[in-house]
């Protein structure tokens, strides 16, 4: 299913809801993309410093209509973080990502 755009050509119908989610405290939801307590994966870093667009590594999500119900497995393989840390120059000194 296509995400759906009112007549405005704006909201989606169901941003009141998410609004509603999202009020008063921090936007609730259940992580299930996680890896391993042994490895330090920070958005920070790759949104912040390295400005990587979310689709780099986590798909076109803006098409999604539902949540994720498992987990996306391309973040989830030391294979997937090494390959682009070598395309980009970035460490692949085993402490960048292990404590
Ligand atoms: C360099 C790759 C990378 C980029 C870019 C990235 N993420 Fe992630 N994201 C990850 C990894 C790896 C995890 C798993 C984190 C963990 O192990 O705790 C994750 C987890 C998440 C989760 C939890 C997902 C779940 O299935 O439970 C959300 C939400 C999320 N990221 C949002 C974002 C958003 C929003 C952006 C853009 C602003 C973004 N990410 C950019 C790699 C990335
Ligand atoms: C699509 C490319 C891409 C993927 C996939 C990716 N990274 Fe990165 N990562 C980068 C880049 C580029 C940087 C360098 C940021 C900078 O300039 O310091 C970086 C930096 C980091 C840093 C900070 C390094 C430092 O010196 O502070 C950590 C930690 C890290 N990545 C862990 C991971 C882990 C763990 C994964 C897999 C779950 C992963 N990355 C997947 C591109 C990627
Ligand atoms: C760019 C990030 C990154 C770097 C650098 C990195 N790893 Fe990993 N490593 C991961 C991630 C993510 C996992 C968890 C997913 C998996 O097991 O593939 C992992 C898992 C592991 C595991 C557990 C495997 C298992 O079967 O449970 C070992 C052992 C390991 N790494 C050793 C190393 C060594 C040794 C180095 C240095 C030569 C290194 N890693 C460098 C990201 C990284």
């Known amino acids: 299913?296509?995400?759906q755009l009112g007549a405005s050509g704006l909201a989606n119908p169901r941003e009141a809801q998410v609004r509603e989610l999202a009020v008063p405290g921090p936007f609730r939801w259940t992580q299930i993309t996680r890896n391993?307590?042994?490895?330090?994966a920070s958005h920070r870093a790759h949104v912040g410093i390295a400005k990587l667009a979310c689709e780099t590594c986590h798909g076109d999500v803006a098409t999604w209509t539902t949540p994720p119900t498992e987990p996306v497995q391309?973040?989830?393989?030391m294979s997937a973080c090494l390959d682009c840390h070598r395309r980009r120059g970035a460490s692949t000194w085993c402490g960048t990502c292990h404590r």
Do not use: E, K, T
């Not at 391309?74 to 393989?77: A, D, I, K, T």
């Open 74 to 77: 391309q973040l989830l393989h």
């Open 1 to 3: 299913m296509r995400p």
């Open 36 to 40: 391993p307590g042994h490895v330090y």
